[in-house]
């Protein structure tokens, strides 16, 4: 006898509502996507680093946020693997080589509308951006963007 204390079986309870099995995976499913998803998932109160202080490597480094040593108001997030190139609606400034990434973002910072960089890590090469468009997958490149000041600081 249900004494209205205790749902049927196929009735769960969710924040002091009762929702069907149906409803509960749609939800959890719902959630989850949420939480997978790059655009949509929260990330972590981002670490700031000095290119002066860290050797910049990936994957370890990979979407961390780096500001150059000598322009402090600026900062850069790093991407590892990849690359925007002219063919996806990027424009570059200038190709110089480079001993790092450090260098590379260094350079981007100290040019008149650099708006990011990549850096291929096998020949050093370094190109500046003075627009981005699309990415592509770089394989051995990273490449940094030129972000607004982390909200957290």
């Given at each position: 006898?249900?004494?209205?204390?205790?749902?049927?079986?196929?009735?769960?309870?969710?924040k002091g509502?009762?929702?069907?099995?149906?409803?509960?995976?749609?939800?959890?499913r719902?959630?989850?996507?949420?939480?997978?998803?790059?655009?949509?998932?929260?990330?972590?109160?981002?670490?700031?680093?000095?290119?002066?202080s860290?050797?910049?490597?990936?994957?370890?480094?990979?979407?961390?946020?780096?500001?150059?040593?000598?322009?402090?108001?600026?900062?850069?997030?790093?991407?590892?693997?990849?690359?925007?190139?002219?063919?996806?609606?990027?424009?570059?400034?200038?190709?110089?080589?480079v001993?790092?990434?450090?260098?590379?973002?260094?350079?981007?910072?100290?040019?008149?509308?650099?708006?990011?960089?990549?850096?291929?890590?096998?020949?050093?090469?370094?190109?500046?951006?003075?627009?981005?468009?699309?990415?592509?997958?770089?394989?051995?490149?990273?490449?940094?963007?030129?972000?607004?000041?982390?909200?957290?600081?």
């Open positions: 006898m249900n004494t209205g204390h205790h749902p049927p079986p196929n009735l769960r309870s969710k509502r009762w929702q069907t099995d149906a409803t509960h995976d749609k939800e959890r719902r959630e989850n996507a949420e939480k997978t998803n790059p655009l949509t998932r929260s990330h972590p109160e981002p670490t700031i680093r000095s290119t002066n860290t050797n910049i490597t990936c994957p370890s480094d990979n979407d961390s946020i780096f500001q150059p040593m000598d322009h402090t108001s600026l900062y850069f997030r790093l991407s590892c693997g990849l690359d925007y190139p002219t063919s996806l609606g990027a424009a570059d400034i200038s190709t110089l080589a001993p790092s990434m450090n260098a590379c973002i260094e350079l981007c910072a100290a040019t008149n509308d650099c708006l990011g960089v990549s850096w291929e890590e096998e020949s050093g090469r370094c190109v500046t951006k003075g627009k981005v468009g699309s990415s592509a997958e770089g394989g051995g490149t990273l490449s940094a963007l030129k972000i607004e000041k982390p909200a957290a600081l």
